[in-house]
């Protein structure tokens, strides 16, 4: 993993550097100084830098070369720098994170903030920029977490919940389901039919989004389009693309 420092962006070289020095995430100083020796050399091509008895010896310093030693340096790092990665990504995710929250708000019976935070989650999703998959599932678990945190409600009420989060699901698996389907008739296509796939679900796909396709088309245009894909893709028909 240490080869791969160069791939990160001088914004990330800076979130790196903050992320190896905070005692949160990284206790080991070792790592802090092999850090300091990548970013001297960043955005440096000479694959020689990465010799691991220069990386060694910048890190230990007189010390006799370990093969070992590096093994778990080099392990070491690559742990952080994947944790590293894993944060970036989390944080881009702002809607994940926040129903992760509400499951240990749940957890901890924080009942006050999970209410609080459920209404702004549901205000946050009203208007989505794109409804793709993630999406889909992220609805789908907010559902799945509300259900579960007011059980002791559903003496006296139904769950309306459990039929936005079964809709939600059902969205989530048709939005895949046609992506994939694209894809199988494209390999079928270039390898001339020599690939055959089972296309599991895909006459029922088909039929339900013709019964509900002004449903879908109005309230899911990314669904929508897969669908359209999918069909230009199997029959050839320009309505498909004029309907685009």
Not at 41 to 53: A, G, Q, T
Not at 96 to 108: G, M, V, Y
Not at 182 to 210: D, G, H, P
């Amino acid at each position: 993993m240490i080869e791969y420092f160069n791939k990160l962006s001088a914004d990330e070289i800076v979130q790196f550097d903050k992320f190896v020095r905070s005692p949160f995430h990284n206790t080991n100083k070792q790592l802090i100084k092999l850090f300091k020796y990548l970013v001297f050399r960043y955005p440096e091509k000479d694959k020689s830098i990465m010799n691991k008895r220069k990386i060694f010896r910048a890190i230990y310093r007189n010390r006799k070369y370990s093969d070992q030693n590096f093994r778990k340096l080099r392990s070491d790092y690559t742990s952080l720098f994947e944790e590293f990665l894993m944060q970036t990504t989390m944080s881009k995710n702002i809607i994940f994170n926040k129903i992760s929250l509400l499951k240990e708000l749940s957890n901890r019976n924080f009942q006050k903030r999970f209410d609080v935070n459920v209404k702004r989650i549901r205000k946050m999703m009203t208007f989505p920029t794109v409804k793709d998959e993630l999406y889909y599932l992220n609805l789908a678990n907010l559902e799945n977490i509300y259900h579960c945190n007011n059980l002791h409600k559903y003496t006296y009420e139904d769950p309306i919940c459990l039929q936005r989060r079964s809709d939600n699901i059902d969205l989530l698996f048709i939005s895949h389901k046609l992506s994939t389907f694209y894809e199988m008739r494209n390999v079928e296509f270039n390898k001339l039919a020599l690939t055959s796939y089972k296309k599991e679900f895909y006459v029922q796909i088909i039929n339900f989004m013709r019964k509900n396709k002004n449903y879908i088309k109005e309230n899911h245009s990314n669904i929508y389009i897969e669908y359209l894909r999918l069909m230009m893709f199997t029959y050839f028909d320009d309505k498909y693309l004029n309907e685009w």
